[in-house]
């Protein structure tokens, strides 16, 4: 049976650049909500009943209105399915719901485009073309989301919101068991990285098939918990995001200590574990040598014993060693 899905996202993979699809399916991964972008049908499957599949089994469509759009026969075609569709019942008692999104075009453009069936398709029918032309009107005309001029985090959490009425019940058989294990474990600060940079990885990562855990709906918790360990010791890359805050919270010290106790326990089993850290906001220096006067010196001051704060700090300086990448969120 084919599954079913929160969220159908159509888009003009050349005009978002997959930038703005990974932000917003990223987030609405960390909510819980699962979505399809074309670019998760499998290698050898065949592309249009799949998509056709996944629009009938979506609750909710969201469309992303881009310059060019209309230059693809494939994009207009699944406007028109998913507004075909609006008038049925979807998989479950949940109705139906459409969002349109306009990225660096006004939906007024969109509309004139639309009611003067301006579309250059040369292998197209006229015929095609009306029907095209009358469901973008209908889509276009059934809401607005103009992010060229709203923050883009502020547009994702609204999108998101929109979206996570869905009932927690038919979604919850698809939550993944940490014992199945991840490809990527990602350990970070949810109020340092604002999750801006947490939903292009995850949504990059998701998009290459690649399954991975971060701790979204345990990012508060100060301790860490049973499932986070499992998650640790089941998953084969480790990515750790070293910012502002990161030494001041025990569950994220804890996590980087398990992480690297697996890194050096990898040497000895036959399974290859990578440890990629991150520097966000914070010099590699100053994650390893921890001065008085740096947010990292809080490490050795928050643990129970002193023999857990130099754990946590000995972990922390062999993490500064590895090769990483650093990032100033002011050039983001």
Known sequence: MSPSYDV????????????????????????GITSFVDYEIPAGGVVNPAI??????????????????????????????????????GTSNIPRKVIPIFCDVQRSEVLQRAVDSEYDLKHSTTEEIKRWA?????????????????PLEAFIKKEARACSSLSNQDRSHQKRNPAQGYNVFICYVGEDTKRNMLSVLRGRLH??????????????????NPHID?????????????????????RCLEEARLIMNMQCSSSTSSTTRTVIPI????????VRHQPENSEY???REIGSTVQEGESWSKSLCELSKIKGFEFRSENM
């Open 8 to 31: 159908f996202l159509c888009h003009r993979g050349p005009d978002t650049k997959r930038n703005l699809v990974s932000v917003l399916s990223g987030m609405l991964s960390c909510k």
């Open 279 to 286: 520097f966000y906001d914070v010099q590699p220096y100053e």
């Open 207 to 224: 998009s290459m098939g690649v399954t991975c855990f971060d701790n979204y709906e345990m990012n508060h918790e100060p301790e860490i």
């Open 52 to 89: 056709e599949e996944a629009i009938k089994r979506s609750n909710v469509h969201i469309v992303i209105f881009s310059p060019k759009i209309e230059e693809s026969p494939w994009c207009l075609d699944e406007v028109d399915q998913i507004m075909n569709i609006q008038s049925s019942p």
């Open 134 to 150: 009358k469901a973008v009107k209908a889509f276009a005309n059934s809401g607005s989301s103009n992010i060229a001029v709203k």
């Open 230 to 250: 499992e998650a640790i010791k089941k998953s084969k890359v480790y990515v750790i995001f070293l910012s502002k805050n990161f030494a001041s919270s025990k």
């Open 297 to 299: 010196h809080k490490c």
